[in-house]
């Protein structure tokens, strides 16, 4: 009988990509979150094991949404109550049940973000556990977060490397210790990564090749498939995206499907502008599929907008274009643009200035605001367009 190892990370990461194309779409909405947020834990499950077919996952008995994974598909996010419960792998063609096989038991504890993979392919019919527990809550501007996992059957040592220059050296195969490693970059330029077999640099496990980490965003890289050489190192990396607006609906901070419209009305601060767009006629537009970048005025208050635009529909709706850009700009991209082509045609001035960052003479106070179709930045004061300035 063959064994399938269940490896445990907790992490904060998402949507399975198998590079260079999506698997899944990179929008999907999370499981809704139960209202006791405070006391849940964060799920998924991913099958990386190579020579299996397809499985069910149970979790306490239950498969749902685990149900009828196919090799390197991994489930959306799905949130269960914090505190212990049994893992089981059963094929998913036939009628068994968790009590025909050996449960293993987990403890997951409230806030965390845990990935279930089953990888391997051993004789004994057992399971082993490995984790990893992180906390990315408070990833500072201009960052993404990584974790590295060696799912690849057999024995190999896997090397990560970036931009040819070893990230992170000698993760152990799976069912050993040190299986997974992660961190913060510094930015979130371009990068190509490379798995290589420890004992034998040249030997390229798998590539993701110039690809565009999303600043915010958290990854999971793993190196999957079989080292063996008869069957022609069989191996290959998957990339996991999660977006930072998937954490916050499945938190319950962020009203699904997490639109540019509901990430305003989740914020007090924030929530007047909604009203304001919808008064204009572009919550249609903030609500679909975008991307879109949006400046939002602090504490925005109808009152102190010029009667000339305030009174007139269409120069509100133009007042209000001004601050939108099309494109999900992360604070790098906005900081480093120059000047921005805004809905209404016209442009604005981004500038550094010392520490802090202007959009024209706005200042920005807040960045990285998440949305499923774009992102939220707010600024300390209003943007009046030029050919509105002088009405």
Do not use: C
């Not at 556990?129 to 990833?139: G, Q, T, Y």
């Amino acid at each position: 009988m063959r064994r399938v190892i269940l490896v445990l990370l907790v992490l904060s990461v998402g949507l399975l990509v198998s590079a260079p194309t999506l698997a899944q779409d990179a929008t999907q909405e999370a499981t809704t979150a139960p209202e006791q947020a405070g006391d849940q834990a964060y799920v998924r499950v991913a099958h990386f094991s190579p020579e299996t077919a397809a499985v069910n996952i149970l979790l306490d008995g239950q498969t749902t949404p685990f149900t009828n994974l196919e090799y390197k598909s991994i489930t959306d996010w799905t949130a269960v109550p914090a505190g212990k419960h049994t893992v089981s792998v059963v094929p998913s063609d036939t009628t068994q049940s968790a009590t025909d096989v050996n449960p293993i038991d987990i403890d997951l504890a409230a806030g965390t973000w845990t990935t279930l993979a089953a990888t391997g392919s051993m004789p004994d019919g057992t399971f082993a556990l490995d984790s990893v527990e992180e906390n990315f809550d408070a990833m500072r501007p201009g960052v993404a977060s990584f974790t590295f996992l060696n799912a690849i059957e057999g024995d190999t040592h896997v090397d990560f490397v970036r931009n040819d220059v070893t990230y992170t050296p000698n993760l152990f195969p799976p069912g050993t210790e040190d299986v997974n490693w992660s961190g913060i970059v510094d930015d979130t330029a371009n990068y190509t990564f490379r798995a290589v077999d420890n004992a034998n640099p040249d030997s390229v496990l798998g590539e993701v090749a110039d690809m565009k980490f999303n600043e915010d965003d958290i990854y999971l890289i793993a190196a999957v498939g079989t080292a063996d050489p008869n069957d022609d190192f069989d191996t290959e990396l998957v990339v996991s995206d999660t977006p930072m607006a998937t954490a916050e609906m499945l938190r319950g901070k962020l009203k699904a499907p997490g639109t540019i419209i509901q990430a305003l009305k989740a914020d007090e601060h924030l929530a007047p502008l909604a009203a304001a767009i919808d008064r204009a006629g572009l919550t249609d537009t903030l609500s679909g599929a975008g991307p879109y970048t949006l400046f939002v005025p602090a504490d925005f208050v109808m009152d102190n907008i010029p009667a000339n635009i305030l009174n007139d529909p269409t120069n509100l709706k133009n007042f209000l274009e001004y601050h939108v850009v099309d494109g999900d700009l992360r604070s790098q991209d906005v900081f480093k643009a120059g000047t921005l082509k805004t809905l209404n045609g016209e442009s604005l001035t981004i500038e550094e200035r010392g520490e802090n960052a202007f959009v024209n003479d706005a200042q920005i106070i807040d960045v990285n605001i998440p949305a499923t179709n774009g992102t939220i930045y707010v600024i300390n004061q209003a943007l009046i367009p030029p050919s509105l300035a002088s009405g």
